[in-house]
């Protein structure tokens, strides 16, 4: 029967074999007839309901609860008793899953009276999750692959129909407008489906994609179907196991990338393929064992079946997204940069030689330009600037710092080549995060004596847990907010000039400071020694970083932003403050600085558990301008100007504020002991 009306019915007309039901936290609302079970009445009314065995009392997903009392405002009284008491199937389940008093399975429950139905969280198809401890955003669960288990009639002598045929009535029948009337499969389902059938005693489970295309099928009830979110960058390869029904992330796994063995950075990669024949199929096949084995270890950790796996969606930046579909890069060494493909994509998992199930299919969001990847497209889909009014800024950080810039009227991007100085590399003394790294700093501004943090090392330099052991003997180098750290306390603390000069003139107050050839260097430690050089490559980095995002400021038209999101693991270990101490963001309140962590993981994430969020990143970058650095010709003006601490010309006014830095008198001095010192 269908429902006379959702919401605006009067109870005067209700015929005696209807009655009034009320569906929250959705409101839905009707008249139904009595003895329809809640599931029929909650499919009838548009209700987001979950259900996989289609109202066999076996999965237990279509959990409610009754809202009992008096309500005024919908003029009916709601009771536990006006549903039919529990049947045999509901009492077996119970006994198996431990069904709370306080639930009953809606696929067993029969609609007597009136009802106020409460449908929790976890009984809802298209649930919310919290995608960040930190903050309140949530995902609305609408992966594209469902389960629907069915009963398949069996064949008959006077009815000639296919087993696929069969199957195909059966999904259209008890599943009604959750599937679609054209149905497909894909080969390997095809070759297996009549075992398969005949194993589960016609009972199967079968996995959909998009409504209408059957890839994967077992015998009898099958509960639990898993994502991987992937982000595969240069240096490291994170891979994140969800469910796909309640949006959990079960185990994550990461590992370096195998192709560092072919360069650290991208462009000594994209080399390698233009100096070696096939080369490409070399850094192909190190990218995707390593991904392999990634998903290997995930899935034993949490003991699921590798072959539950049925949907991958990966980002990353344009070199590693051709890389890992077997697309030669060589393109994207030189100019015009061109991509071979800037939308969304889909394939066969087993066709980028993953073993998985054989109807994995892989999902890739899409890059935004030549230099601008997926994985930015990924972070800006998790962070939404384009939902926003406030002038958002995004930086992720790497060997190209990748740049997005706007708000809900206007989004820009764009990437600068920062090089691998701010992870560690070109320093003198620099590592990756590791232990044994330098990654805080500390420097007394009278006398000039450090204080450090090491990773793996309890406390600080000058606390007595530190001295412990043998632990000044395993300090091995600093990391990349180790260095951001000692440069910036150097410039507040007046060893370092405005412009990047170590004072040599401190020399007679300061055992720290010590000559090194023609310039001066930092003293630390023992082991790691703050050189000239070392300056140079962190200005050189921050300075084409900051000439990007002025860029997209002058594009805009702006001259503050609202929000400032440091993206990556960069972002995630780099104190605000000292980011923008050398400038490497903008002037803004230190507050609105925030570390995302991994956005473009959290976003690939997103799109993994909803379709709704693959179309709305499909749209979003066809809607961003793509601003090309290298042709631009305010960049080189912006990257000279920005070599200084904070910057030559603009004083920081915001920063200065909240944070004690050299005056300017002091700065001319300096420049002045230099002059002297030429003369």
Same mark, same amino acid.
Request: glycine share 6%; net charge neutral.
């Given at each position: 029967?269908?429902?006379?009306?959702?919401?605006?019915?009067?109870?005067?007309?209700? @015929?005696?074999?209807?009655?009034?039901?009320?569906?929250?936290?959705?409101?839905?609302?009707?008249?139904?007839?009595?003895?329809?079970?809640?599931?029929?009445?909650?499919?009838?009314?548009?209700?987001?309901?979950?259900?996989?065995?289609?109202?066999?009392?076996?999965?237990?997903?279509? /959990?409610?609860?009754?809202?009992?009392?008096?309500?005024?405002?919908?003029?009916?009284?709601?009771?536990?008793?006006?549903?039919?008491?529990?049947?045999?199937?509901?009492?077996?389940?119970?006994?198996?899953?431990?069904?709370?008093?306080?639930?009953?399975?809606?696929?067993?429950?029969?609609?007597?009276?009136?009802?106020?139905?409460?449908?929790?969280?976890?009984?809802?198809?298209?649930? /919310?999750?919290?995608?960040?401890?930190?903050?309140?955003?949530?995902?609305?669960?609408?992966?594209?692959?469902?389960?629907?288990?069915?009963?398949?009639?069996?064949?008959?002598?006077?009815?000639?129909?296919?087993?696929?045929?069969?199957?195909?009535?059966?999904?259209?029948?008890?599943?009604?407008?959750?599937? @679609?009337?054209?149905?497909?499969?894909?080969?390997?389902?095809?070759?297996?489906? /009549?075992?398969?059938?005949?194993?589960?005693?016609?009972?199967?489970?079968?996995?959909?994609?998009?409504?209408?295309?059957?890839?994967?099928?077992?015998?009898?009830?099958?509960?639990?179907?898993?994502?991987?979110?992937?982000?595969?960058?240069?240096?490291?390869?994170?891979?994140?196991?969800?469910?796909?029904?309640?949006?959990?992330?079960?185990?994550?796994?990461?590992?370096?990338?195998?192709?560092?063995?072919?360069?650290?950075?991208?462009?000594?990669?994209?080399?390698?393929?233009?100096?070696?024949?096939?080369?490409?199929?070399?850094?192909?096949?190190?990218?995707?064992?390593?991904?392999?084995?990634?998903?290997?270890?995930?899935?034993?950790?949490?003991?699921?079946?590798?072959?539950?796996?049925?949907?991958?969606?990966?980002?990353?930046?344009?070199?590693?997204?051709?890389?890992?579909?077997?697309?030669?890069?060589?393109?994207?060494?030189?100019?015009?940069?061109?991509?071979?493909?800037?939308?969304?994509?889909?394939?066969? $998992?087993?066709?980028?030689?993953?073993?998985?199930?054989?109807?994995?299919?892989?999902?890739?969001?899409?890059?935004? $330009?030549?230099?601008?990847?997926?994985?930015?497209?990924?972070?800006?889909?998790?962070?939404?600037?384009?939902?926003?009014?406030?002038?958002?800024?995004? &930086?992720?950080?790497?060997?190209?710092?990748?740049?997005?810039?706007?708000?809900?009227?206007?989004?820009?991007?764009?990437?600068?080549?920062?090089?691998?100085?701010?992870?560690?590399?070109?320093?003198?003394?620099?590592?990756?995060?590791?232990?044994?790294?330098?990654?805080?700093?500390?420097?007394?501004?009278?006398?000039?004596?450090?204080?450090?943090?090491?990773?793996?090392?309890?406390?600080?330099?000058?606390?007595?847990?530190?001295?412990?052991?043998?632990?000044? /003997?395993?300090?091995?180098?600093?990391?990349?907010?180790?260095?951001?750290?000692?440069?910036?306390?150097?410039?507040?603390?007046?060893?370092?000039?405005?412009?990047?000069?170590?004072?040599?003139?401190?020399?007679?107050?300061?055992?720290?400071?010590?000559?090194?050839?023609?310039?001066?260097?930092?003293?630390?430690?023992?082991?790691?020694?703050?050189?000239?050089?070392?300056?140079?490559?962190?200005?050189?980095?921050?300075?084409?970083?900051?000439?990007?995002?002025?860029?997209?400021?002058?594009?805009?038209?702006?001259?503050?932003?609202?929000?400032?999101?440091?993206?990556?693991?960069?972002?995630?270990?780099?104190?605000?403050?000292?980011?923008?101490?050398?400038?490497?963001?903008?002037?803004?309140?230190? #507050?609105?600085?925030? @570390?995302?962590?991994?956005?473009?993981?959290?976003?690939?994430?997103?799109?993994?558990?909803?379709?709704?969020?693959?179309?709305?990143?499909?749209?979003?970058?066809?809607?961003?301008?793509?601003?090309?650095?290298?042709?631009?010709?305010?960049?080189?003006?912006?990257?000279?100007?920005?070599?200084?601490?904070?910057?030559?010309?603009?004083?920081?006014?915001?920063?200065?504020?909240? &944070?004690?830095?050299?005056?300017?008198?002091?700065?001319?001095?300096?420049? #002045?002991?230099?002059?002297?010192?030429?003369?």
């Amino acid at each position: 029967m269908e429902i006379k009306n959702k919401s605006d019915l009067n109870v005067s007309e209700k @015929s005696a074999d209807e009655v009034k039901i009320i569906f929250t936290p959705s409101g839905h609302q009707g008249r139904v007839t009595k003895g329809l079970t809640l599931l029929e009445a909650a499919r009838q009314m548009g209700v987001d309901l979950d259900s996989v065995c289609g109202g066999r009392a076996m999965c237990g997903r279509c /959990q409610i609860s009754v809202s009992e009392g008096e309500f005024a405002k919908h003029k009916i009284i709601s009771k536990s008793s006006h549903l039919s008491p529990q049947s045999n199937s509901e009492k077996k389940y119970a006994q198996k899953r431990n069904l709370s008093k306080e639930r009953r399975l809606s696929c067993q429950s029969k609609i007597l009276s009136d009802l106020v139905i409460d449908v929790p969280p976890e009984s809802q198809v298209h649930r /919310q999750v919290i995608r960040k401890v930190a903050d309140d955003r949530e995902i609305i669960i609408n992966p594209g692959i469902h389960l629907y288990f069915i009963e398949v009639t069996e064949p008959d002598m006077h009815d000639p129909s296919s087993d696929f045929e069969r199957l195909c009535k059966a999904l259209i029948e008890q599943w009604g407008e959750k599937v @679609s009337h054209d149905i497909s499969a894909d080969l390997h389902v095809i070759q297996k489906l /009549q075992s398969t059938l005949r194993n589960g005693n016609w009972k199967v489970t079968v996995a959909i994609k998009d409504k209408c295309k059957v890839i994967e099928i077992w015998p009898n009830l099958k509960e639990e179907i898993y994502g991987i979110a992937l982000d595969i960058g240069s240096t490291t390869i994170s891979a994140h196991l969800v469910n796909l029904h309640t949006g959990v992330t079960i185990a994550s796994a990461g590992e370096m990338n195998p192709q560092i063995r072919f360069g650290e950075d991208l462009m000594s990669r994209v080399s390698y393929v233009m100096m070696n024949s096939r080369g490409e199929e070399d850094l192909t096949k190190a990218v995707r064992e390593g991904i392999q084995k990634l998903i290997n270890y995930a899935t034993k950790k949490v003991k699921i079946e590798i072959s539950d796996v049925l949907e991958i969606v990966f980002v990353g930046n344009p070199v590693m997204h051709h890389l890992f579909l077997g697309i030669n890069p060589i393109e994207l060494g030189g100019a015009p940069f061109a991509l071979s493909i800037d939308d969304t994509f889909e394939c066969l $998992a087993k066709e980028l030689d993953l073993s998985l199930s054989q109807g994995t299919r892989v999902f890739s969001l899409p890059c935004i $330009a030549g230099h601008v990847g997926a994985d930015a497209a990924s972070a800006t889909l998790a962070e939404k600037p384009h939902k926003k009014s406030e002038i958002s800024l995004i &930086v992720d950080v790497g060997t190209n710092a990748e740049i997005i810039l706007g708000n809900n009227q206007r989004i820009l991007a764009a990437s600068s080549p920062t090089g691998p100085a701010f992870e560690g590399a070109q320093i003198s003394c620099g590592q990756r995060a590791a232990n044994g790294a330098i990654e805080r700093v500390r420097i007394d501004p009278l006398t000039h004596e450090p204080r450090y943090s090491v990773i793996g090392i309890d406390g600080w330099s000058d606390e007595e847990c530190f001295h412990s052991g043998e632990n000044i /003997q395993n300090i091995t180098g600093i990391c990349g907010s180790g260095i951001i750290e000692v440069i910036a306390e150097m410039y507040i603390s007046e060893i370092l000039t405005s412009d990047g000069i170590i004072r040599g003139d401190l020399q007679q107050k300061s055992n720290r400071i010590i000559k090194n050839g023609r310039t001066y260097s930092y003293k630390l430690t023992d082991k790691v020694i703050i050189t000239q050089n070392d300056i140079r490559a962190i200005q050189l980095a921050k300075a084409a970083l900051h000439a990007g995002f002025r860029l997209l400021m002058d594009k805009l038209q702006i001259e503050h932003v609202d929000k400032v999101y440091l993206a990556g693991a960069f972002g995630s270990h780099i104190d605000p403050k000292y980011a923008m101490i050398l400038g490497i963001v903008p002037d803004c309140a230190l #507050k609105s600085v925030t @570390s995302i962590g991994n956005s473009a993981g959290a976003g690939a994430r997103l799109a993994l558990l909803s379709i709704d969020e693959r179309k709305e990143v499909k749209n979003l970058v066809k809607n961003i301008e793509k601003i090309e650095t290298a042709v631009e010709p305010n960049f080189q003006k912006h990257f000279v100007e920005a070599m200084a601490f904070p910057h030559k010309s603009n004083p920081y006014p915001l920063l200065r504020k909240q &944070v004690s830095l050299p005056k300017k008198e002091i700065v001319n001095e300096n420049k #002045k002991i230099r002059s002297r010192r030429r003369l």
